[in-house]
């Protein structure tokens, strides 16, 4: 990384060069500041365009209107069919849609232009995981982990323990959370996967303990309200029981949680 003394540098020496330009703004013959060819320029502007609706694009996905992040991420690609986060973008689209053979084959594109990008391996790697084909997963996930530029590790440290939870690989998943649970103590999804993996080895109040401290910091969904039942069943604590077993009734009557607990199956 260039130090800030070596930016300023740089730039005296570049303005320097442009000075050295003759009457008219001609290039002296020792000059080698080249003004950009209008390939270029139409390049930079697509690139440009593709970017602000790539943007908008994602700001519709983060508001759930996929049809007009869709249009978007296309009206990009048709300005710069190279710029790699549209599909990165068209991805998670596609997997929202429900369409994993399109999804499949954008984030194809997406590493084949920036294999080593860690959002695009993180994203790559959750996908595999939901697709039931996690051995493949995990090495998109250390990928992401392994670039010391990735901003969030503890997103793919907490998709690739619930990874190994899904596989029931219970000695895998506790690696990636205690690294995520150290770079990140308060990480909610971190703290909910721990919680989980506790119950998965009998340790019944180390469950709830991680559990409550997701519930500070988070409210309750179906999968962490019924997983605080099942806890509150193997402790005999029958009051966090009926209260858990009231929440899913009351706020999520549709989900696959409360329709395990009307057919009475805990495990």
Same mark, same amino acid.
């Given at each position: 990384?260039?130090?800030?003394?070596?930016?300023?540098?740089? $730039? +005296?020496?570049?303005?320097?060069? /442009?000075?050295?330009?003759? =009457?008219?703004?001609?290039?002296?013959? !020792?000059?080698?500041?080249?003004?950009?060819?209008?390939?270029?320029?139409?390049?930079?502007?697509?690139?440009?365009?593709?970017?602000?609706?790539?943007?908008?694009?994602?700001?519709?996905?983060?508001?759930?209107?996929?049809?007009?992040?869709?249009?978007?991420?296309?009206?990009?690609?048709?300005?710069?069919?190279?710029?790699?986060?549209?599909?990165?973008?068209?991805?998670?689209?596609?997997?929202?849609?429900?369409?994993?053979?399109?999804?499949?084959? $954008? +984030?194809?594109?997406?590493?084949? /232009?920036?294999?080593?990008? =860690?959002?695009?391996?993180?994203?790559? !790697?959750?996908?595999?995981?939901?697709?039931?084909?996690?051995?493949?997963?995990?090495?998109?996930?250390?990928?992401?982990?392994q670039n010391p530029l990735y901003p969030t590790p503890s997103v793919a440290l907490s998709n690739a323990a619930e990874c190994a939870l899904q596989m029931h690989d219970l000695k895998l998943a506790e690696g990636y959370l205690f690294k995520a649970l150290s770079l990140d103590p308060n990480d909610v999804r971190a703290q909910f996967a721990t919680a989980n993996l506790r119950y998965q080895q009998k340790q019944y109040p180390e469950a709830r303990y991680y559990l409550s401290e997701a519930h500070k910091n988070s409210e309750p969904s179906a999968a962490s309200a019924w997983l605080a039942l099942r806890i509150a069943r193997h402790t005999g604590n029958r009051e966090d029981e009926a209260r858990y077993l009231s929440l899913l009734r009351k706020k999520f009557p549709d989900s696959d949680e409360y329709k395990k607990l009307m057919r009475g199956t805990f495990e």
């Open positions: 990384m260039k130090t800030i003394g070596q930016i300023v540098t740089g $730039a +005296f020496l570049f303005f320097a060069l /442009l000075g050295c330009a003759g =009457p008219g703004g001609s290039r002296t013959e !020792g000059s080698r500041i080249q003004a950009p060819s209008s390939q270029e320029l139409v390049r930079g502007e697509g690139r440009t365009r593709a970017k602000a609706h790539t943007d908008l694009g994602f700001e519709y996905y983060s508001q759930g209107q996929m049809g007009l992040a869709l249009q978007e991420a296309k009206v990009a690609i048709s300005n710069d069919s190279a710029f790699t986060p549209t599909y990165n973008l068209l991805a998670l689209i596609y997997i929202s849609l429900g369409d994993n053979k399109a999804a499949e084959d $954008a +984030f194809q594109h997406a590493i084949q /232009l920036a294999s080593k990008d =860690p959002e695009i391996a993180n994203n790559y !790697g959750q996908f595999l995981c939901q697709t039931k084909r996690e051995a493949q997963a995990f090495q998109y996930f250390d990928s992401a982990l």
